[in-house]
Each structure stands twice: as structure tokens, then as C-alpha cells.
């Protein structure tokens, strides 16, 4: 190890070179017949295992961080064969540093050593087409539905009408080119693998899980170790309208962390709660190129219930299940969503998260832009998500990263970390024109993505706004909101516009768990003398702007509530919070 570490500061924004097929090549060729991912390199990731062997509290572990990866064998780079497994090997921490290897070019067999497989989309997939033919609804015959309606507490509700029948047998094209999160079991001291599949149509499950009990990956995983598919309400609340009716996780983005790593609800012994992110949308009946939504979820026990550990209730009086929803394509339109971890707290007493995820610059959406009739995205773009679980999910309005180089077509599945080396870094996947992938890794100051250092965090209530109904909405350390407030409605009654907007100081308080936060001074209301449109009169669209103004001078936590309407109206919002 040299003597001389650089600064870092002079090393943020530069982009270097994490695991590359063609530079690594002795690396992720070792051994005779050997093939670790020699035709292109995605999705790394490092993972923390624990400091002492399991069982053995006076024994450290040899590694214990890893780096995982999916990879394409020798010629493969068209994403048109059964190509990408899961690798993971082990890192020597002491030699990755600022300008050391690979900070200079040199090969990762520096600070890698025994690269090994985990997961090959051959086995996966005899698993997944397994548990398939026994899960789907109404019974699946070699990977294929025998219907398109039904529904079980397994596999989900199947949309019906007029969609097309569940079916896996396209897995493994182009192989495990989905997402994975493997999370350490504390109970047990094992290793969840959730890991996704494209999907062809919105009645195709995509999350799958293993589970092994030997953490240092020895050997690759198989049928024993396979749990089955990830059930919805388990996890989120699919929104059906996004989905033509099917409540199933049948979209591959996603991201979560495990334990939680703030404590939105009591930590209990033998459990293991998570946060939960979830993307999804169907196009022309079938899973999009890009997340048309993002939910936010925070969920029990995985270590019990590893399919469907349950969604946490932060709010007793509710009810039901909290879920946070945003849709995406009001912003910025996610594609794949990166890791998730503690936000800045910024003027807040309880917990928030924030999720890095990468989403396109302009999508084509124009009929007819291509063959298939599908949406067709441009360059990526790094950006990052907020999500409050009392409050919801929020976008935050300025890039992270920004991909404007031929070389450098697109950035994906990114991890913030600050693993190996102590330094904070966004790892991701470049993508090239040619198709070809490798792995890259970017330093970046400590509260880079801190809410306070975007311009605007955006908001939205997706649902009615109405008397019954406030929305809570988090500012985040913004002073000043923007607020603009439009409605559906389904006549031309004047009952049915909301009299007045009243915003007040949110507070909640649950006795069950002790979650609490805010308190509940008056702000002020806004009173409507709108002269606008409210008629939704042949050649005039039912959703119409009713309002616009600012509000300054915010607490912590606001609640937005449309007073005086009717049940037949659906007053909604957009906010920009700003400094």
C-alpha cells in the first residue's frame, strides 16, 4: 500500500473504472473454463456481511465485504441469449483507496480475489417455472397460465379482461437482467437473495427469492435454497389503475434496505423489518421500458416472512396499511431504482429515506416509434427520491449525474456506499451505444444528496384531496412552497369546487407504537374565486387548474386539505418546495 493518499476533493466528479470485461480479463477469466462475466460487467454492488465468522465471536472473517455482479459470458453483448448470472467475490479493503488500483487503471485482481458464481439463470429459471406452475392462479402448465383471472394469497390478482396469461418461459432472455438486493439475515446470520426477472405482461410475477444459510457464497445456489415469488399486499399496495386491474409485484424495479436502518416502528427480537421501493406500469398491456409510479413501503419481518413480510401501520387511527405513492411520470420517470438509506433529518424528528435511481432524459412515447409499438428511452440520468414514510415519497428536481457522452449512453442501478474505503461514492453500470456495459463508480461529497441541496423537492397528491381526506406533506427544510391545485370532476355542478384550501401545521400521534411527530398550530387558508374553467363540456378535459399560490414561512410537517367540496369532486396538487 502506497504511503501517499490523495485528497479526495480533487477526485469528486471523476468517473472510474470499478470491473470491466475487457481491462479485468484475467480476472473474470481464472481458472480453465472459467467465466465470471467476460462479455460485459452490470449491476455491482458491495455488500456488508459481519465482522466475526457466525457462531465463532472470536474468529474475524477473512472478507467481510464483498462485491456483487452480473455478468455476460465471452462474445455475448447483445442481451439476445441466456447470458447474465450473479458473481460475487471478496474485497481486500486496505488496497482500494483514492489512487491506488483501480483509481489508476489497473486491473481489480488488486483488491478482488476468488470471484465465484451465486446464481446462473439456468437454475433460476427451472426454479421460477417450478414454483410458477404451482403458484399461478387458476394453474400453469410449463410456465405458462392456463388463464388471465384469479386470484390467491401466493401469486396476486391477475388483471382479467382482455390481458394476456401469465408466463415465465421468456425468463432467462436476456437472462438475470433484472435487479438484486442479497440482505443479511441478523437472526439467523443467512442471506436473502430478492432478485427480479423481466416480464412480459402485467400477469407475469417478477421478485423472486433464495435464502442461504452460508454467507460466504461457497457454492452456487440451488432448488433447496429457493423461497418462491415475492406476494404484493405482503409488501405494497399495487395500484391497480397502473396495471389494468392486476395486483402483483410484475415489474423488476425495485430496491430494498433490511434492517431498517432508522426505526419508523419498534425493533422486535427474532424479526427483521425492511424499507421497501417499488416501480412499476404497464404500457399497451405490457410491462413497460420505465416505472410509470414509485411506491414506498415499510415492511415487519422478512427473517419470518420472507415473501410477504407485511406492511407496517405508522398510523393507528388509519386502519389499513400505509403506503406512499408518486407517480413518476408527473416528474421524473424512473427506470431502475439504487440502493436506499438514511436521509438527513433537515428540521425533522423522525425517520426519512432517500433512494438514488436513474431515469431518462425524454421518453418517446409517440405511436409508431418503433416496430413493437413500445416507448423507446433516451440517455439515463442519475437522480434521487425522498421518502418520508409519515408524509410520503418526493423528487428531488436536480441531477446527480449526468450521462452526455457517446461513451457513456446511460447510467443505471446505481448504490450510494461509502464501502470499501470509507469515502462516499455512487457505484453504476455504464451503458454504451454499442450495448456494451461496465462497471463504474463516481466519489461524491458526504451530503451530496442532501435535500438541501436541491433546488426544489416536487410532491404530488395522487389521490383525492378532499375534506375526508389531507394530505401530509414533509418540507423538507424549504421555507417556501408552490403550490398548484387542479380537479377532476364529473359535472358541471359549482358544489362541486372546493370552497377554500386550508393548510395547517400536521401532527399525528400513535399510541400503539409511539410514532409521533409535529404539532397542529394554524397556517392559514386560501379562499377560491376561481375564474376559471369548471365545466367539463364536450372538447373540454375534466381535470382543470383551480388554483395557484405560495405559502412561506413552513413548519417541519404541513397537511393540505380542500374544504367545502363535494364527494363527486377529486381536488389535487403539485408542490415545489424551495428555499
Known amino acids: 500500500m502506497s504511503e501517499y493518499v490523495p485528497e479526495l476533493q480533487p477526485l469528486i466528479g471523476t468517473r472510474f473504472t470499478l470491473l470491466d470485461s475487457i481491462r479485468d480479463a484475467a480476472f473474470l477469466g481464472q481458472g480453465s473454463g472459467e467465466d465470471y462475466g467476460l462479455g460485459v460487467t452490470d449491476n455491482p454492488l458491495f455488500f456488508f456481511t459481519t465482522y466475526y ?31 447474465f448470472n450473479i ?79 401469465g408466463n415465465v418461459t421468456g425468463i432467462g432472455v436476456p437472462g438475470l437482467e433484472g435487479q438484486f438486493w442479497p440482505i443479511y439475515d441478523l437472526v439467523d446470520n443467512s442471506v436473502i437473495l430478492y432478485f427480479s426477472v423481466k416480464t412480459p405482461n402485467c400477469n407475469t410475477l417478477s421478485i423472486y427469492a433464495y435464502k442461504d444459510y452460508d454467507s ?36 423488476h424495479r425495485f430496491s430494498i434496505v433490511s434492517p431498517d436502518p432508522l426505526s419508523v416502528n419498534p425493533r422486535v427480537s427474532g424479526t427483521q423489518n425492511a424499507v421497501f421501493l417499488y416501480s412499476y406500469g404497464v404500457v399497451n398491456g405490457t410491462t413497460s421500458d420505465h416505472g410509470r409510479i414509485l411506491n414506498g413501503s415499510v415492511v415487519t419481518d422478512i427473517h419470518n416472512y420472507p415473501l410477504s ?74 437522480r434521487v427520491a425522498y421518502y418520508d414514510p409519515s408524509s410520503g415519497l418526493a423528487f428531488g428536481n436536480d441531477a446527480l449525474l449526468v450521462a452526455q457522452t457517446p ?22 453500470a455504464n451503458f454504451s451505444w454499442d450495448q456494451y456495459l461496465n462497471c463504474d463508480y463516481a466519489y461524491i461529497e458526504p451530503d451530496a444528496l442532501s435535500p438541501r441541496n436541491q433546488s426544489k423537492i416536487r410532491v404530488a397528491s395522487t389521490g383525492g384531496n378532499t375534506y375526508a381526506n389531507p394530505v401530509t406533506v414533509y418540507t423538507y427544510g424549504k421555507k417556501k412552497m408552490l403550490v398548484r391545485f387542479l ?93
Open 53 to 83: 465468522v457466525p457462531g465463532e465471536p472470536t474468529t474475524p472473517r477473512s472478507y467481510p465485504i464483498k462485491l456483487f455482479w452480473i455478468g455476460s459470458p465471452s462474445g455475448d453483448i447483445s442481451y439476445s441469449d441466456e447470458a
Open 87 to 165: 458473481y460475487v467475490a471478496d474485497v481486500v479493503p486496505d488496497n482500494f483507496y483514492p489512487g491506488a488500483v483501480p483509481n489508476t487503471g489497473g486491473p481489480s485482481s488488486s483488491w478482488l480475489v476468488n470471484p465465484r458464481l451465486v446464481l446462473s439463470i439456468s437454475q433460476a429459471k427451472t426454479d421460477i417455472t417450478t414454483w410458477f406452475d404451482a403458484n399461478y392462479p387458476g394453474g400453469a402448465t410449463n410456465g405458462v397460465g392456463n388463464g388471465n383471472s384469479g386470484s390467491n394469497d401466493t401469486y396476486g390478482t391477475l388483471a382479467g379482461g382482455n390481458s394476456a396469461v
Open 216 to 251: 460466504e457464497f461457497s457454492s452456487p445456489l440451488g432448488s433447496s435454497q429457493f423461497l418462491g415469488g415475492c406476494y404484493a399486499p405482503g409488501w405494497t399496495n399495487v395500484n391497480a389503475a397502473f396495471t389494468d386491474d392486476a395486483t402483483l409485484l410484475s415489474s
Open 309 to 382: 413480510p407485511g406492511i407496517a401501520l405508522t398510523e393507528v387511527t388509519s386502519g389499513s396499511p400505509i403506503v406512499s405513492q408518486l407517480v413518476g411520470e408527473h416528474f421524473y420517470t424512473p427506470d431502475k431504482l439504487g440502493s436506499i438509506f438514511a436521509a438527513n433529518a433537515v428540521d425533522s424528528a423522525t425517520p426519512g429515506y432517500m433512494c438514488v435511481f436513474n431515469a431518462p432524459a425524454q421518453i418517446d412515447r409517440r405511436n409508431g416509434t418503433n416496430s413493437t409499438g413500445s416507448v423507446v428511452l433516451s440517455e439515463m440520468i442519475l
Open 407 to 428: 461513451e457513456v449512453l446511460g447510467t443505471c442501478r446505481p448504490q450510494v456506499t461509502d464501502l470499501p474505503d470509507g469515502k462516499t461514492k455512487i457505484l453504476y
Open 487 to 579: 380537479q377532476q370532476t364529473a359535472s358541471n355542478n359549482l358544489e362541486n369546487n372546493p370552497s377554500a384550501i386550508q393548510i395547517i401545521g400536521a401532527a399525528m400521534s400513535d399510541t400503539s407504537n409511539g410514532f409521533s411527530f409535529g404539532y397542529n398550530p394554524f397556517v392559514g387558508s386560501k379562499f377560491l374565486h376561481s375564474e376559471g374553467l369548471f365545466s367539463n363540456a364536450a372538447g373540454i378535459s375534466n381535470t382543470r387548474p383551480l388554483t395557484e399560490f405560495t405559502v412561506e414561512d413552513l413548519d417541519a410537517y404541513i397537511m393540505i386539505q380542500a374544504l367545502g367540496a363535494s364527494t363527486a369532486a377529486t381536488p389535487f396538487f403539485y408542490a415545489d418546495l424551495i428555499d
